[in-house]
Nanobody, 129 residues
Framework: QVQLVESGGGLVQAGGSLRLSCAAS????????MAWFRQAPGKVREFVAA????????YYSDSVKGRFTVSRDNTRNTVYLQIDSLKPEDTAVYYC??????????????????????WGQGTQVTVSS
């Protein structure tokens, strides 16, 4: 049974940092591209960042580029999201997701929620102003 378990969320002041983790089990982690999405209250879930399975190339939404860093450790079956310079608008539930799917234009492909095979339950990030 595949499980993705996020952790590391919490309450933090604006300007602070958090490191989210997503531990995967029940799958061959190195065969999956991994991504982070988030859903703010009253809003649709949106793409945040992704990291490929092969060359560790990364992709980010414009709203987080330069502040968020996605990375993976295949020896620990874990993907991370380092979040710096947090803003109140970053408040959301953060989800990790896994896919074996590939597309011709990776920068667009990994933003599509429908390509992901597995999802975690999410971890809450709340940023106070």
């Amino acid at each position: 049974q595949v499980q993705l378990v996020e952790s590391g969320g919490g309450l933090v002041q604006a300007g602070g940092s958090l490191r989210l983790s997503c531990a995967a089990s029940g799958l061959t982690f190195s065969s999956f591209a991994m991504a982070w999405f988030r859903q703010a209250p009253g809003k649709v879930r949106e793409f945040v960042a992704a990291i490929k399975r092969t060359d560790d190339r990364t992709y980010y939404s414009d709203s987080v580029k330069g502040r968020f860093t996605v990375s993976r450790d295949n020896t620990r079956n874990t993907v991370y999201l380092q979040i710096d310079s947090l803003k109140p608008e970053d408040t959301a539930v953060y989800y990790c997701a896994a896919t074996q799917s590939t597309g011709a234009r990776a920068s667009s492909w990994y933003r599509l929620q429908t390509i992901y095979d597995y999802w975690g339950q999410g971890t809450q990030v709340t940023v106070s102003s």
